[in-house]
T-cell receptor, first 111, second 117 residues
Framework: RKEVEQDPGPFNVPEGATVAFNCTYS??????FFWYRQDCRKEPKLLMSVYSSGNEDGRFTAQLNRASQYISLLIRDSKLSDSATYLC????????????FGAGTRLAVHP | GAVVSQHPSRVICKSGTSVKIECRSLDFQATTMFWYRQFPKQSLMLMATSNEGSKATYEQGVEKDKFLINHASLTLSTLTVTSAHPEDSSFYIC?????????????FGDGTRLSIL
């Protein structure tokens, strides 16, 4: 079983749509959680950290359910520029020490 | 701020060649640098963690004699793929973390695409 599992997609959505990605992780000792964005053939860039209380950054909302070992990302009012691969990332020892990446969910936003 | 530069961005070479990739933190001091590898449509996989002034810690299954890591200064780590073969073709990405500790985010370089013919 992979340590971090994501639906690879692709999710093809029109501009303005709301789209949600899910992720599960296998190690219950995981302490910190993130969503990264990776454009084609580029390095990953931190989108946001994820907390149990949920956190929102503009059109992006992330949520963590520790009991279910489940992480989500919601994107509202999708833009063309949101097209990318979204990587679910967990860290076992807290902070940013050793990151375990999911394989990513690809999003394609079309006009 | 927090810029990490990786060089070269693209390498194409013959089988058996050794390739060196540099990772530099441009505006901060990085006590720890990480080297990842990503095959097409797969996740980034941590290869090794490099601490300045000490030996790198390699992940299980990564050959330390094939992937030589040097982290001689607080702003530079290098990864040398020795005697590269076609199966080593991949996207190699480094990241760096400031000397302030493990709660600081990792900042990623823009990657090196290695193709071995």
């Amino acid at each position: 079983r992979k340590e971090v599992e994501q639906d690879p997609g692709p999710f093809n959505v029109p501009e303005g749509a709301t789209v949600a990605f899910n992720c599960t992780y296998s190690n219950s000792a995981s302490q910190s959680f993130f969503w990264y964005r990776q454009d084609c053939r580029k390095e990953p860039k931190l989108l946001m950290s994820v907390y149990s209380s949920g956190n929102e950054d503009g059109r992006f909302t992330a949520q963590l359910n520790r009991a279910s070992q489940y992480i989500s990302l919601l994107i509202r009012d999708s833009k063309l520029s949101d097209s990318a691969t979204y990587l679910c990332v967990v860290n076992l020892s807290g902070g940013y020490n050793k990151l375990i990446f999911g394989a990513g969910t690809r999003l394609a936003v079309h006009p | 701020g927090a810029v990490v530069s990786q060089h070269p961005s693209r390498v194409i070479c013959k089988s058996g060649t050794s390739v060196k990739i540099e990772c530099r933190s441009l505006d901060f001091q990085a006590t720890t640098m990480f080297w990842y590898r990503q095959f097409p449509k797969q996740s980034l996989m941590l290869m090794a963690t490099s601490n300045e002034g000490s030996k790198a810690t390699y992940e299980q299954g990564v050959e330390k004699d094939k992937f030589l890591i040097n982290h001689a200064s607080l702003t530079l780590s290098t990864l040398t793929v020795t005697s590269a073969h076609p199966e080593d073709s991949s996207f190699y990405i480094c990241s760096a973390r400031s000397r302030q500790g493990s709660n600081q985010p990792q900042h990623f370089g823009d990657g090196t695409r290695l193709s071995i013919l």
